[in-house]
C-alpha cells in the first residue's frame, strides 16, 4: 500500500470551476510537496509546506499535519491548468520522497 | 530550473545491452535522484545521492547502479537492460534555502525503450 494516496485519480471540470485535489498519507511527516507535470511531461514544483496554508496566484495548497491531509486547490480553473497534480511525502528516510499517483486534472472551455 | 540537464532525451535500445542515463546539474547541489515514472505508479526511486562518491538505495534499485564521482554529475546504468525497465526517468535535485523551505527541481525526462 502506497503511504500516499491521492484522490480523485481523475477530475474534469468546465473552466471557471473551484477544484480540490486531496492527498493522505500514512507517515508523519515535516514536510509535503505538491508537483505539476503537463502533457509534455515536464514536473515542476508548486509548494512545499509544512504547516497551514500557502498560496500562489491561483493555487491554494493546506494541511493539516494532525489528520496527516493536505489539499490542493485551484480557483477560477483555466484549461491550461489541465496537468497531473502529484503530492509527495517523505518516506522512511529523511531525503527519500514518497509520490502519490497523480490527479490528472482536465479543465474544459 | 536549478541547471538540471539529462541525457539523452529518448533512447531506444535492446535487450542485454548496458545503457547510461546522464543527469547534470550546474549549481552543485549536494542531493541528486534518480526516479522512474510507469502508468498505474507514482515516481519510485531508484538511486539517490548525498555527495561524491555517496549513494544510496531506492525502493526499485535492482538492475541499476549509480555513480557520482563529480559533484555535477550523476550517472544511472543499466547493465543489462530489460524490457521491464522501459520507463521515463526522472532525474531530480533537492536543497534547503535560507528559509528553510526544501526546494526540489527535476530534469525534463528521459523516455527510455527496451526492446
Known amino acids: 500500500k502506497n503511504e500516499v494516496e491521492q484522490s480523485p485519480q481523475n477530475l474534469t471540470a468546465q473552466e471557471g470551476e473551484f477544484i480540490t485535489i486531496n492527498c493522505s498519507y500514512s507517515?508523519?511527516?515535516?514536510?509535503l510537496h505538491w508537483l505539476q507535470q503537463h502533457p509534455g511531461g515536464g514536473i515542476v514544483s508548486l509548494f512545499m509546506?509544512?504547516?497551514g496554508k500557502k498560496k500562489h496566484g491561483r493555487l491554494i495548497a493546506t494541511i493539516n499535519i494532525q489528520e496527516k491531509h493536505s489539499s490542493l486547490h485551484i480557483t477560477a480553473s483555466h484549461p491550461r491548468d489541465s496537468a497531473v497534480y502529484i503530492c509527495?511525502?517523505?518516506?522512511?528516510?529523511?531525503?527519500?520522497?514518497?509520490f502519490g499517483q497523480g490527479t490528472r486534472l482536465t479543465i474544459n472551455p | 530550473d536549478a541547471g538540471i540537464t539529462q541525457s539523452p532525451r529518448h533512447k531506444v535500445t535492446e535487450t542485454g545491452t548496458p545503457v547510461t542515463l546522464r543527469c547534470h546539474q550546474t549549481e552543485n547541489h549536494r542531493y541528486m535522484y534518480w526516479y522512474r515514472q510507469d502508468p498505474g505508479h507514482g515516481l519510485r526511486l531508484i538511486h539517490y545521492s548525498y555527495g561524491v562518491k555517496d549513494t544510496d538505495k531506492g525502493e526499485v534499485s535492482d538492475g541499476y547502479s549509480v555513480s557520482r564521482s563529480k559533484t555535477e554529475d550523476f550517472l544511472l546504468t543499466l547493465e543489462s537492460a530489460t524490457s521491464s525497465q522501459t520507463s521515463v526517468y526522472f532525474c531530480?535535485?533537492?536543497?534547503?534555502?535560507?528559509?528553510?523551505?526544501?526546494?526540489?527541481?527535476f530534469g525534463s525526462g528521459t523516455q527510455l525503450s527496451v526492446l
Open positions: 509546506l509544512s504547516s
Open positions: 509527495a511525502a517523505p518516506g522512511s528516510g529523511a531525503q527519500k520522497l514518497v
Open positions: 531530480a535535485i533537492s536543497y534547503t534555502n535560507s528559509s528553510t523551505n526544501e526546494k526540489l527541481f
Open positions: 507517515v508523519g511527516i515535516s514536510a
